[in-house]
């Protein structure tokens, strides 16, 4: 029997079926599940967070190559298998939840550290999934994901090109982003209709990364960037002072003036697009206007 036919026939066997709501799409080669894993470069001492467990794919490489892996799964039909057929080894332990509400800080206590994290992402899931990455940074070491092609282009992508946007941003700015692989749509069942990408983001901690922003200047930051690329065929002037970042200045003018100022003091001219500008730009932006805001009493 084919890999495909074995994975539809225990899916059959269990009355299970790969669920639309949940996006599922499961791996069906057993050399691409350890290909992945390796990718993940893990240690014995590890213990590692499953997101999406499925048949178990990638969960017996991992537990092979870690000490302990917590299996996150939201389908109660997968959970039921796994407890029937008694499949997984000793060291996996399956926490039936939705990653997108689990509690990262009570995770982390479990894990004994810092998360880290594989993933082979529901594709409907990809985009919150990876902003609640970026909120729970201060829980996270690394996380290996495996993502629709043009999810992937996004989160890897560099000033100028039509992919870089705010995943783009948010993520490289607090993250070391790697392409690791791709996946053809042959590699899972059901076939989706496009290639998949798996990447590895590490989150180093603040105190390693080189001048990093306080945290109101973080909170600017993401403000700054969601408003900048909003309306991303304007001026970064325009979609600023649309964005009313000094609430102090009730005239449009002085408003206007105000984060003309901010956006020169950056170094940045008012009628540069925000799509052209590196992360560090973006960074510059949300100290000067910082600095602004302090200086009309916000």
């Known amino acids: 029997m084919s890999v495909y036919g074995k994975t539809r026939s225990t899916l059959q066997e269990h ?79 399956l926490l039936h939840q939705d990653i997108l509400k689990t509690d990262f800080d009570e995770l982390e206590r479990r894990c004994g550290g810092r998360l880290k994290i594989m993933a082979n992402l529901p594709y409907s899931i990809s985009n919150p999934f990876i902003f609640k990455l970026i909120d729970n940074r201060r829980h996270v070491e690394k996380a290996t994901v495996m993502l629709q092609k043009e999810v992937a282009d996004r989160l890897l992508a560099g000033p100028g090109s039509k992919d870089y946007g705010i995943p783009s941003v948010l993520l490289q700015h607090c993250a070391r982003v790697r392409k690791m692989m791709t996946l053809s749509p042959a590699e899972f069942h059901p076939q989706p209709k496009i290639d998949s990408v798996v990447i590895r983001i590490s989150f180093p901690l603040d105190q390693d990364r080189p001048r990093t922003l306080s945290s109101e200047e973080s909170e600017l930051f993401t403000r700054i960037v969601r408003a900048a690329f909003s309306q991303r065929r304007k001026t970064i002037l325009n979609t600023l002072t649309s964005a009313i970042f000094f609430p ?9 003036k105000m984060t003309e100022d901010a956006i020169i003091a950056a170094g940045l001219s008012p009628r540069v697009r925000p799509e052209t500008l590196p992360i560090a730009a973006f960074e510059e932006l949300s100290r000067s206007f910082h600095r602004c805001l302090a200086d009309t009493g916000r």
């Open 248 to 256: 102090a200045l009730p005239d449009r003018n002085d408003v206007k």
């Open 15 to 93: 009355h299970l079926a790969p669920k639309k709501k949940f996006g599922q799409n499961f791996l069906v080669h057993r050399h691409t599940a350890e290909a992945i894993v390796r990718a993940g470069e893990i240690g014995p001492d590890d213990v590692i967070v499953e997101v999406g467990v499925g048949l178990a794919a990638l969960t017996i490489p991992l537990a092979r190559t870690a000490r302990q892996v917590v299996g996150i799964e939201i389908d109660s039909g997968i959970i039921r298998f796994h407890e029937q057929e008694h499949d997984l080894p000793d060291n996996v332990t």
